[in-house]
């Protein structure tokens, strides 16, 4: 126990104290490069700075590592610069579009929006009046309706393609990620042929999670196969040895072991179909007073409001599209943060 | 002389396994009582696909007894235990030709219902599998709900099956827990006692200890000697000390390149002290395999 007290843990492998001072001075030099070369060529702007900082960086950083350590490490650190520059590249926009929307929705945001329609209310009025609780209502009913067609098509695709194993697997395989692809609006087209003008002939709120359910199956069911064939087989077989039927086994056994993943893959289906906004433009309509009943009638939603107030164009319409996309990004978030929590808890035990 | 030598040192090494098994018919408070046969394989061949791998398995098993199947890797021993109770079907490409008789009638009759057959028949896997969604008591019982059985007292079925798997003492307080909270070896003896609340006539072992550690594997042994009293045990293993130290009879396949066959059935004793098939002893010896 003495020699604790006297060794104290260290890392020998650390950039040593003149390291470090190499790298800053390769980093400020690389910001008045930059600056230096925007002010004297004719480029402008922020995306100038960076491209100029960028490749000044890589280039002193080359040299000085090929001078003081040879050319390996000098390739090594050219590929860590082009590394950090690509996920630089991925991830700027996603920040950029995450800020823009926290930055101009949050004006909008009232406690009112959840407590009102705008049913006596238009989007050019001040954004203290009206409020989105017909847009939520819908989305929700949207999204419910989706989801008890869905769920059990999508859960009982999954299990045919990895319990039953039938002879259709193949295609049926191909047609479920070929159907992940489909366009939004095709699936809207689709509905308003077949269902809306020959049978219903006007707006609900049911055709919508018709077209809503089309996007979401493949979802559904693709994301739930990887989670079955995570079940060990021994489970199956164990089952059955117990004198167990194939389908009171699956449906015992092997599909409350997958419990939380097949909830995974429910949520992502719902943050999938969410923000659909095409096939709601085509056949949901969008009322402004509160619609609760799916069957009929336009009913409001959160993806058309927002096409609707920013068409609009005047300064209150747009903060109120703003703030549904805050509303909307925030709903989708939590989704995904429970899905991801729901399957983290899964590996776990 | 090195030819004597070796000579010598196999005999001791047969001898020592005997040992083993003489102990084990010494020691047991009552004698090993066949009861009739339970179980006949008359005949059984399997395939995958083209390749025959089992070949002519003709055995009885009497009711009361454990018989062990060894042999080394690949011999067919886990296929010919899957096709007395009709989980070869299982996978795919499978087929297979033969007769398993229970209690005189054939479980591969046509129109025989597949799921009674594995509830006469149990199984244990190599690999402790506990199903992860439900309790311990859950588990035990969910042959019951998976057959669509019904006892009059759950209760008391619960504690005798973990009872006799030789694990009640260890999770009576925590019949709620779940089954993967439990260690491996305790896991395989509570998918022993899934077995036996179904009451079956035959358990089948596949290798039960080969993933558990020695001490785990003493507790199965000693769960296999006390059920072995009232119903046919049959257990695959590749340790030979095991089927030494549990089992009444011996079977020894063995694959030459082909399919596996089987070179020679005798009580325990015999075969690992006079094996009559040079082949036999050359294993059991540890020459090869």
Redesign the interface.
């Known amino acids: 126990m003495t020699s604790s007290a006297i060794i104290k843990p260290q890392k020998p492998w650390q950039a040593s104290p003149r390291q470090r001072m190499n790298s800053a001075l390769i980093f400020v030099a690389a910001i008045a490069t930059s600056y230096a070369v925007v002010a004297a060529t004719p480029m402008k702007g922020k995306l100038a700075y960076a491209f100029v900082f960028f490749v000044a960086y890589t280039a002193f950083d080359f040299t000085v590592n090929f001078i003081s350590r040879g050319f390996a490490v000098a390739k090594d650190a050219v590929a860590r610069a082009v590394v950090v520059v690509g996920i630089s590249v991925a991830v700027f926009p996603i920040i950029s579009i995450l800020a823009t929307v926290v930055a101009r929705g949050w004006r909008g945001i009232h406690l009112g929006l959840f407590t009102h329609d705008m049913a006596l209310n238009s989007v050019t009025d001040p954004i203290n009046q009206g409020g989105l609780l017909h847009a939520l209502t819908g989305t929700a009913i949207l999204v419910l309706v989706a989801l008890i067609i869905s769920v059990p098509l999508g859960i009982l695709t999954a299990i045919y393609m990895t319990e039953i194993r039938g002879r259709f697997v193949r295609p049926i395989k191909f047609l479920v990620q070929a159907m992940s692809g489909v366009p939004s609006i095709v699936a809207g087209l689709f509905i308003l042929s077949a269902v809306v003008y020959p049978i219903t002939k006007g707006y609900s709120g049911f055709v919508g999670s018709l077209a809503l359910s089309i996007l979401m199956i493949p979802t559904v069911a693709r994301t739930s196969e990887e989670v079955l064939l995570l079940i060990p087989n021994d489970l199956r077989e164990a089952g059955v040895a117990l004198g167990g039927t194939h389908w009171r086994t699956v449906a015992m056994v092997v599909v409350p072991a997958a419990r939380s993943g097949l909830v995974t893959a429910m949520i992502l289906g719902v943050a999938r179909i969410a923000g659909e906004t095409a096939p709601v433009l085509l056949l949901t309509g969008g009322g402004d007073k509160v619609n609760g009943d799916p069957f009929h009638g336009p009913m409001g939603s959160l993806p058309f409001y927002i096409w609707k107030s920013y068409a609009v164009g005047t300064p209150e319409s747009i903060t109120r599209a703003w703030a549904a996309i805050l509303v909307l990004l925030v709903i989708v978030l939590v989704l995904f943060v429970s899905a991801r929590l729901l399957s983290e808890r899964r590996s776990s035990t | 002389m090195s030819d004597l030598n070796s000579e010598n040192r196999s005999q001791g090494l047969v001898s020592s396994l005997g040992d083993v098994a003489r102990r084990r018919f010494e020691s047991k408070s009552a004698p090993t009582q066949v009861q009739g046969v339970g179980l006949e394989a008359r005949g059984i061949h399997a395939w995958f696909g083209d390749r025959m791998v089992l070949e002519d398995m003709s055995l009885d098993f009497w009711s009361g007894t454990v018989t062990a199947l060894i042999g080394p890797s690949g011999c067919g021993k886990s296929t010919f235990i899957r096709t007395l109770?009709r989980?070869h079907e299982?996978i795919p490409g499978a087929a297979m030709a033969g007769q398993v008789l229970l209690n005189g009638e054939d479980i591969y009759a046509s129109g025989t219902d597949v799921?009674?057959i594995?509830?006469k028949i149990?199984?244990v896997?190599q690999?402790p599998?506990p199903?992860?969604?439900?309790t311990i008591s859950e588990n035990v019982l969910?042959?019951l709900?998976?057959?669509?059985l019904k006892v009059e007292n759950k209760d008391d079925l619960l504690e005798e099956c973990l009872e006799r798997a030789g694990l009640w003492n260890e999770v009576k307080d925590r019949l709620g827990n779940?089954g993967?909270s439990l260690s491996g070896g305790q896991q395989q003896r509570l998918?022993i006692a899934?077995?036996l609340a179904?009451r079956p006539e035959v358990l089948l072992m596949d290798e039960p200890c080969s993933a558990l550690d020695p001490g785990s594997t003493l507790r199965i042994e000693e769960t296999i000697s006390h059920l072995a009293s009232s119903m046919t045990i049959i257990i695959v293993t590749h340790n030979m000390q095991q089927a030494a130290r549990v089992s009444d009879y011996t079977a020894f396949l063995l694959s030459e390149g082909g399919p596996g066959r089987m070179v020679e059935f005798g009580p325990t004793g015999e075969i690992f002290s006079r094996p009559k098939d040079i082949r036999t002893e050359n294993y059991v010896t540890g020459r090869f395999g």
């Open positions: 109770n989980m299982f799921t009674k594995r509830l149990g199984m896997f690999k599998n199903f992860p969604s439900m969910a042959g709900k998976l057959a669509q779940y993967g998918c899934r077995s179904v």
